[in-house]
């Protein structure tokens, strides 16, 4: 059974940074991309950062020069380093991945049962 676990959030003051944190583990035979997505009290669930197998990345506005994604393939994680934060980058940080599991391998998206990020102004 394929899970995600993440760590790492926590409260932290407005300039300050975090590190996120997000393992896979289970029956993988093989993991594509790889992301953060927030979510806010009374907002939708919002992406956040992308991160190919390849390492190619991609970031929503709001974040960009201030957040970075990266993985590694072996341990089979993501991370997401967030410095600057603001009271707006509250929310609750979900990890997503797409998986190739088995010994079915039919690739499916997985959640991470996600971690509070609180920024205090």
């Known amino acids: 059974q394929v899970q995600l676990v993440e760590s790492g959030g926590g409260l932290v003051q407005a300039g300050g940074s975090l590190r996120l944190s997000c393992a896979a583990s289970?029956?993988?035979?093989?993991?594509?991309?790889m992301a953060w997505y927030r979510q806010a009290p009374g907002n939708q669930r919002e992406l956040v950062a992308t991160?190919?197998?390849?390492?190619?990345?991609d970031y929503t506005d709001s974040v960009k020069g201030r957040f970075t994604i990266s993985r590694d393939n072996a341990k089979k994680a993501v991370y997401l380093q967030m410095n600057s934060l603001k009271p707006e980058d509250t929310a609750v940080y979900y990890c997503?991945?797409?998986?190739?599991?088995?010994?079915?391998?039919?690739?499916?998206?997985?959640w991470g049962q996600g971690t509070q990020v609180t920024v205090s102004s």
């Open positions: 997503n991945a797409l998986i190739v599991p088995t010994p079915t391998l039919i690739r499916k998206y997985y």
């Open positions: 289970g029956g993988i035979f093989r993991i594509d991309d």
């Open positions: 991160i190919t197998a390849g390492g190619n990345t």
